[in-house]
């Protein structure tokens, strides 16, 4: 009787944690993705992004299938986010494109952190309906990232439109049907 108990407790325990530990490992991959990027490690530094991403997806379902969602879960989802989509991103093409552009590069790329940081607070502070307003920090880091394997074929100035382009979707209002 205590041992079925200590399982069953156990078992609540995990499912009540799974989603926040999930978003824990995005923003983790995030923090390597940045780590991986100050040392050069490039390659690692998308992996790690593409890794975030997909634990992003994910976290969300986890805390909804076990009727875990929480303003902690929520909050902590979009301290994961900052990082692993606005922060790990921006610094890999900063360092990969941008540094070459000198204070207008570290400018372009401060003003993209800002602004989704700025969605993810508006986000914060909605309710929560069918619709997401402005491009997701998610969908604009990942698209970012994948922009890292545009560097051969495309210009450095296309980065210039690239960064502001999504900075503005993402503080704009049009509204995504959440998929």
């Given at each position: 009787?205590?041992l079925?108990?200590?399982?069953?407790?156990?078992?609540?325990?995990?499912?009540s944690?799974a989603?926040?530990?999930i978003t824990?490992?995005?923003?983790?991959?995030g923090?390597?993705s940045i780590?991986?990027?100050?040392?050069e490690?490039?390659?690692?530094s998308?992996?790690?992004?593409?890794?975030?991403?997909?634990?992003?997806?994910?976290?969300?379902k986890?805390?909804?299938?076990?009727?875990?969602?929480?303003e902690?879960?929520?909050?902590?989802?979009?301290?994961?986010d900052?990082?692993?989509?606005g922060?790990?991103?921006?610094l890999?093409m900063?360092?990969?494109?941008?540094s070459?552009?000198g204070?207008?590069?570290?400018?372009?790329t401060?003003?993209?952190?800002?602004?989704?940081a700025?969605?993810?607070?508006r986000?914060?502070?909605?309710?929560?309906?069918c619709?997401?307003?402005?491009?997701p920090?998610?969908?604009?880091?990942?698209?970012?990232?994948?922009?890292?394997?545009?560097?051969p074929?495309v210009?450095p100035?296309?980065?210039?439109?690239?960064?502001?382009?999504?900075?503005i979707l993402?503080v704009?209002?049009?509204?995504?049907k959440?998929?």
């Amino acid at each position: 009787m205590f041992l079925l108990h200590m399982v069953d407790s156990t078992i609540k325990k995990i499912k009540s944690h799974a989603a926040n530990l999930i978003t824990l490992c995005n923003l983790s991959f995030g923090g390597a993705s940045i780590m991986a990027t100050l040392n050069e490690s490039y390659s690692y530094s998308v992996l790690f992004i593409f890794i975030a991403a997909f634990l992003d997806r994910y976290d969300g379902k986890v805390a909804r299938k076990f009727n875990q969602e929480s303003e902690l879960g929520k909050q902590l989802d979009s301290m994961g986010d900052i990082i692993s989509f606005g922060v790990a991103p921006a610094l890999l093409m900063y360092e990969c494109v941008l540094s070459d552009f000198g204070t207008l590069g570290m400018i372009i790329t401060i003003f993209y952190i800002a602004c989704g940081a700025f969605r993810l607070a508006r986000f914060n502070i909605t309710e929560s309906n069918c619709y997401f307003v402005g491009l997701p920090i998610t969908a604009a880091g990942t698209f970012l990232t994948f922009s890292y394997f545009l560097m051969p074929i495309v210009n450095p100035p296309f980065y210039l439109f690239v960064y502001p382009i999504l900075s503005i979707l993402m503080v704009s209002t049009f509204s995504l049907k959440k998929l």
